[in-house]
């Protein structure tokens, strides 16, 4: 059984593959880049050519993953650092009581199953992520971090 809802404010590109059970709505998915199942998507998100996001990942506003990036299993992105139902008075907030951290995953990094990529990090081109991390900081190019939270292992040569 096949289940997609793709919203008419989705750009996609040419040649992407979509996984069942998928929620995409006003984000943009570049050429060629393949999209597993029960995945999420949000508007004003960015994926770029050629990435490859597996099953179970929600990627919120304000991401933006460049070409060639690997999302792996089940990882989550955090655009919020206050999170909060309510507003002080006690009604439900709405998109103008709180302001969207935006991500960057650059080129051809990777992030690895169960991984947490809090807002406002940028995790640099040919990055690793660990297995399970909590990204709290800004990962620099070409080097692995693993941990909760995530501190440098080691440079890629």
Known sequence: M????????VNLG???????????????????????PFVEIQKNAFIGKRCKIQ???????????????????????????????TTESGGLQTEADWKVESTLIKRRASIGSNATILGGITVGEEAIVGAGSVVTHDVPARTIVAGNPAKVVRRIT
Do not use: Q, W
Not at 2 to 9: D, G, L, P, Y
Not at 15 to 29: A, Q
């Open 2 to 9: 096949e289940s997609k809802k793709i919203a008419s404010s």
């Open 14 to 36: 040419s040649n992407v593959t979509l996984g069942d059970f998928i929620n995409l709505y006003g984000c943009t998915i570049g050429d060629d880049t393949r999209i597993g």
């Open 55 to 85: 099953s179970h990942s929600f990627i919120c506003e304000g991401v933006t993953i460049e070409d060639e990036a690997f999302i792996g299993h089940g990882v989550m992105f955090v655009n919020d650092k206050y999170p909060r139902s």
